[in-house]
């Protein structure tokens, strides 16, 4: 075994987290934990893997669940189509008779790209395959003094080569890929972090080069690639005899599959501004909300594709996180 590769794995015996899908080797619970925390904090993300596994705690129960229960039970973590991928690929492994237990096959379901494939595959399958996220990417950038951008190409061939020389041999029998896959993740996560590393107690400071040549606040190297853009909606709940109007929104744009009050761009004279500009920031734009409240007596007709449903039914519905924010500003 390389002396990286020991160094980390010693380090993770001591240091690492005692996460609960570390515990098991069943791949729909790896996979799942795996899934819920792209783009999601572990303390967040805990709390929703124990939720699925409660409700669905094997992946035939949820292959066995509708779209929207999976949606209304994914609310609040956002990148929704982490949800709807989901969901599809537990239904292609139902099908299949089971998981793959290979890389290649675990990377033809959906939603799983090069990364998960290869911690699902070494987790809970001992696949000699390494695993490549971003807490990978700060380690080796600023160990091996890399400056090849991480976002391009040629950055991630080489960040793959290079995690893939260093998994320990004879990995396939022993389990090693598998702890050093977690004790590399790890301490990128806790130790080796984007900002204040904890340097001076680091037991690879004696070969990182970043530390050497003072860059390590230079690497990873990211180049900027995607313009925000903004994005203004105008919304009205309306009230009207203990029901209120929502439909599913389509298709081809931000939160497919979940639901939302009425958007408008025309406000009627009776409703009550109860938010002006409610940021909600999405990974390439930030959106400015305004959410209005109409009491009415009478229905108004809908526009295609909304439906009346009673009011006291709506946690029922799938929303996203903005709308949840607006809902809680409603008079009773």
Request: hydrophobic share 40%; with cysteine; glycine share 8%.
């Amino acid at each position: 075994m390389n002396d990286f590769a020991l160094t980390l794995i010693e380090w993770f015996r001591a240091n690492g987290r005692d996460l609960p899908w570390r515990q098991t080797r069943d791949p729909y619970a790896i996979w799942l934990s795996e899934i819920i925390l792209q783009q999601t904090q572990v303390r967040q993300g805990w709390e929703y893997w124990e939720r699925f596994m409660r409700r669905w705690p094997t992946v035939a129960d949820l292959a066995a669940a509708t779209e929207d229960e999976v949606l209304r039970e994914w609310q609040g973590l956002g990148y929704y189509s982490r949800a709807r991928n989901l969901h599809a690929a537990a239904r292609q492994i139902v099908a299949r008779g089971g998981f793959p237990t290979t890389v290649e096959g675990l990377r033809a379901l959906k939603g799983i790209g090069d990364y998960t494939a290869a911690a699902v595959g070494s987790f809970a399958f001992g696949l000699p395959a390494a695993v490549v996220d971003g807490n990978v990417y700060r380690v080796l950038s600023r160990h091996y003094g890399i400056a090849t951008p991480i976002n391009t190409t040629e950055g991630k061939k080489e960040f793959s080569a290079l995690a893939q020389s260093l998994l320990p041999e004879g990995s396939l029998c022993s389990g090693a890929a598998a702890a050093y896959n977690q004790a590399i993740m790890d301490f990128g996560a806790t130790w080796c972090t984007p900002s204040a590393p904890r340097c001076p107690q680091c037991p690879l400071a004696v070969t990182c080069t970043a530390l050497r040549e003072g860059r390590v606040g230079q690497l990873p190297v990211k180049l900027k690639t995607t313009k925000v853009k903004e994005r203004h909606l105008i919304y009205i709940y309306m009230r009207c005899n203990g029901y209120t109007a929502i439909r599913r929104r389509p298709a081809g744009d931000i939160w497919q599959g979940l639901y939302e009050p009425l958007l408008t761009s025309d406000v009627p004279s009776g409703a009550i501004l109860l938010r002006r500009n409610q940021k909600h920031v999405l990974t390439h734009r930030v959106i400015y909300a305004d959410f209005y409240f109409w009491e009415t007596v009478e229905r108004p007709p809908l526009p295609d594709g909304y439906i009346w449903i009673p009011e006291h039914d709506i946690d029922q519905y799938g929303v996203p996180r903005l709308i949840e924010i607006l809902l809680e500003q409603l008079p009773q």
